[in-house]
């Protein structure tokens, strides 16, 4: 099992930056992807991003390419969420997750993930 802590959340203005962490502790080689996913009061997890652990490759939701970044220290077991150009329907709570196993196909389907963090929230308000 993999223990999993989100940081690095806040308030911050339309347009600012964030960058969250998600720290790794345990059977941190036990699976396929790390992914970022995000939810919103009354609204359903959102998948926004995942980077591979075998090559480190990166995918992005249309609702955040070309804004966030997903990128990885392995010496520190962290994976990292660079959020740029934050608007307020960012807004949400970040949970940091483990892919045991793809669903469907799709790497970001949550059902397929096991480890989950916390949580940090997020909030981008002026």
């Known amino acids: 099992q993999v223990q999993l802590v989100e940081s690095g959340g806040g308030l911050v203005q339309p347009g600012g930056s964030l960058r969250l962490s998600c720290v790794a502790s345990g059977k941190t080689l036990d699976y396929y992807a790390t992914g970022w996913f995000r939810q919103a009061p009354g609204k359903e997890r959102e998948g926004i991003s995942y980077?591979?652990?075998?090559?480190?490759?990166?995918y992005y939701a249309d609702s955040v390419k070309g804004r966030f970044t997903i990128s990885r220290d392995n010496a520190k077991n962290t994976v990292y969420l660079q959020m740029n150009s934050l608007k307020p329907e960012d807004t949400a709570v970040y949970y940091c997750a483990t892919l045991q196993r793809p669903v469907g196909g799709s790497w970001l389907d949550s059902r397929g993930y096991r480890s989950w963090g916390q949580g940090t929230q997020v909030t981008v308000s002026s």
């Open positions: 980077i591979k652990s075998s090559d480190g490759v990166t």
